[in-house]
């Protein structure tokens, strides 16, 4: 047993060790890894829609939500120069179903998001946005949504240089686990 105790402290003398060296991040990928030597992880939820490196061209959304109660929008940043100032959205978003479209402008915008006008080099429109990390739920339970259609796209005012937005968006039917994009 106290093998065991002398093994773990040693594990959490070294992650601690490397958190200090490489950063909160490696030492956190470390520490998964680790405890998925020790057992299965509990699984994370698949992502409807994986938008890949958004920068200059946007990247078009259509997805079966058949059965969802919530949707999770999520955006996050692939190495802008300037984060906070990097401004990306959902254009042209509707949920559709047998009783007709819905644009997601006509719905609350979620928490940390607003609806703004987000311009790329050939169209502006009014678009749920937010800056990069973030992560909000849409409420549709019982509203018999089938398909969610937008245009995901980081505002042409991001691309200048100085900030050079670079985007990855997602849509989830579950809650996700930001470390497990």
């Known amino acids: 047993r106290s093998q065991v105790v002398t093994t773990r402290d040693s594990e959490a003398t070294t992650l601690q060790a490397l958190e200090l060296v490489n950063g909160e991040v490696f030492a956190s990928h470390l520490r998964r890894a680790a405890q998925r030597l020790i057992a299965d992880p509990p699984p994370t939820p698949l992502s409807l829609f994986d938008s890949g490196v958004v920068r200059a061209a946007p990247v078009t959304v259509d997805i079966d939500i058949t059965g969802a109660s919530r949707l999770w929008l999520v955006m996050e940043d692939l190495g802008s120069y300037d984060p906070p100032k990097v401004v990306g959205g959902w254009m042209k978003a509707q949920l559709s179903g047998p009783q007709g479209v819905v644009p997601l402008v006509d ?34 339970a019982g509203r018999g949504f089938t398909r969610f259609n937008a245009t995901v796209a980081v505002d042409e005012a991001s691309l200048r240089p100085e900030t050079t937005g670079k985007v990855r968006f997602f849509v989830f039917m579950e809650d996700p686990d930001p470390k497990m994009l």
């Open 107 to 140: 719905l609350p915008a979620p928490a940390g998001a607003t609806f703004r006008k987000l311009s790329t080099k050939t169209e502006s429109h009014e678009s749920l946005t937010a800056t990069p990390f973030w992560k909000g739920a849409i409420d549709i």
